[in-house]
């Protein structure tokens, strides 16, 4: 086994920015944001503006405003897409200076199954590390959603370094079918912002072992779709129990990691881990 050892004392500190496109993207940040999670800078991009007002999020754009005249793009992929190539000048200054971008969105519906992979174009010509964390619909939300949110799927690979798909259908299984409605839609935002801060706070948080985000960067650059499992556990063996959970987390959406061209771990635990 080789010692690797990375450089703790360099000044550098990598511009992070999570920007939320449409209604799934901007719910996902709303509870970032009210979480109070430090490090990264917050963005939510819509086509609709009474959205966009009532959030706490610091940081908005509104796109598409002389296309949807601050409505919202009836759950129209084109309509999105049309909004964000309108407004591509403010969101290539958005994502101006941005070492690394996270695009988070519910695909499926208008503006975020269509602006998604134009803002992560974007941001990635404009030099930044891109990563795509998005899901798929629910069942209850009907064929037409899911056929939509899979034909965005496939356009967003095509604009982002690394793209990680969470099947909402999925999730259900960690709390059982009798989840609420508001419940299921509460835990698709706990799970986008899991997702996020797994891998950013491995770049803005000092670790026993330390990673940077050139280190994050050669794995996750240019790599394409990526699988996301969490797993959580108590006593005498909770190491390898939260590791097995990990590993056959039903986030993986019936895929594992064996072939897996480059792995990140997160593990946080009590200083007697």
Same mark, same amino acid.
């Given at each position: 086994?080789?010692?690797?050892?990375?450089?703790?004392?360099?000044?550098?500190?990598?511009?992070?920015?999570?920007? +939320?496109?449409?209604?799934?993207?901007?719910?996902?940040?709303? %509870?970032?944001?009210?979480?109070?999670?430090?490090?990264?800078?917050?963005?939510?991009?819509?086509?609709? /503006?009474?959205?966009?007002?009532?959030?706490? =999020?610091?940081? @908005? *754009?509104?796109?598409?405003?002389?296309?949807?005249?601050?409505?919202?793009?009836?759950?129209?992929?084109?309509?999105?897409?049309?909004?964000?190539?309108?407004?591509?000048?403010?969101?290539?200054?958005?994502?101006?200076?941005?070492?690394?971008?996270? *695009?988070?969105?519910?695909?499926?519906?208008?503006?975020?199954?269509?602006?998604?992979?134009?803002?992560?174009?974007?941001? @990635?010509?404009?030099?930044? /590390?891109?990563?795509?964390?998005?899901?798929?619909?629910?069942?209850?939300?009907? @064929?037409?959603?899911?056929?939509?949110?899979?034909?965005?799927?496939?356009?967003?690979?095509?604009?982002?370094?690394? /793209?990680?798909?969470?099947?909402?259908?999925?999730?259900? %299984?960690?709390?059982?079918?009798?989840?609420?409605?508001?419940?299921?839609?509460?835990?698709?935002?706990?799970?986008?912002?899991?997702?996020? =801060?797994?891998?950013?706070?491995?770049?803005?948080?000092?670790?026993?072992?330390?990673?940077?985000?050139?280190?994050?960067? =050669?794995?996750?650059?240019?790599? +394409?779709?990526?699988?996301?499992?969490?797993?959580?556990?108590?006593?005498?063996?909770?190491?390898?129990?939260?590791?097995?959970?990990?590993?056959?987390?039903?986030?993986?959406?019936?895929?594992?990691?064996?072939?897996?061209?480059?792995?990140? *771990?997160? *593990?946080?635990?009590?200083?007697?881990?």
């Amino acid at each position: 086994m080789s010692l690797i050892e990375f450089d703790n004392e360099s000044d550098y500190s990598a511009t992070i920015k999570v920007i +939320g496109v449409g209604g799934g993207g901007n719910n996902a940040i709303n %509870s970032m944001v009210r979480d109070n999670i430090r490090g990264v800078e917050f963005i939510i991009a819509n086509t609709d /503006l009474q959205t966009l007002e009532k959030s706490e =999020c610091p940081g @908005k *754009i509104q796109i598409g405003g002389e296309l949807t005249r601050g409505l919202g793009a009836g759950s129209n992929p084109e309509i999105g897409r049309d909004a964000a190539e309108e407004s591509e000048a403010p969101i290539r200054e958005m994502v101006e200076g941005a070492d690394m971008v996270f *695009i988070t969105a519910g695909m499926g519906g208008g503006t975020g199954t269509g602006a998604a992979p134009i803002i992560s174009r974007i941001a @990635k010509e404009a030099g930044a /590390l891109t990563v795509g964390v998005v899901t798929k619909p629910f069942a209850f939300e009907g @064929k037409r959603r899911m056929r939509q949110a899979e034909e965005g799927i496939l356009e967003l690979k095509e604009a982002v370094d690394t /793209l990680i798909v969470i099947p909402n259908q999925k999730l259900l %299984s960690y709390v059982g079918k009798q989840t609420s409605f508001t419940g299921a839609f509460a835990m698709v935002d706990d799970v986008l912002k899991q997702a996020v =801060c797994s891998i950013s706070d491995l770049i803005v948080i000092p670790g026993l072992i330390n990673l940077d985000f050139a280190d994050v960067k =050669c794995i996750m650059g240019s790599m +394409g779709k990526a699988l996301m499992g969490s797993g959580t556990a108590t006593g005498e063996m909770r190491a390898s129990e939260a590791a097995q959970k990990a590993i056959s987390s039903p986030l993986l959406d019936e895929a594992t990691v064996d072939g897996a061209k480059g792995i990140l *771990i997160n *593990i946080t635990g009590g200083e007697d881990l």
